[in-house]
């Protein structure tokens, strides 16, 4: 029974995907020129925006901080280790002149 039951399963399984098939949609002349026409719009708004953007990035580029696009949270970019100044060092040492009176 059980046996009969799986290879039931299995046939049903197997011969599903075979009888279905995926139907789509087909454009009309009008639909297809509107998402032409959304496409190129969308393309242009990005192209624009990025040519306004593009010379800021090139100017930190310059400045010593790349455009890293796949950033998006502050821990993407890379951080350099920088060593501590010698006064930072100092002053962080040394205690402040009143307490050295109390």
Known sequence: MNRKLTLWTVAAMLS???????????LTPEAKDFYQKMITSAREHADSAWAVAKPVVEKEAREGRPYVPWASRPD????????????????????PADAAAR
């Open 16 to 26: 599903v995907p075979a009888t279905m098939m995926a139907q789509y949609p087909q």
């Open 76 to 95: 993407d970019l890379v951080k350099a280790p920088s060593p501590p100044s010698p006064e930072l060092k100092a002053a962080a040492c040394t205690p």
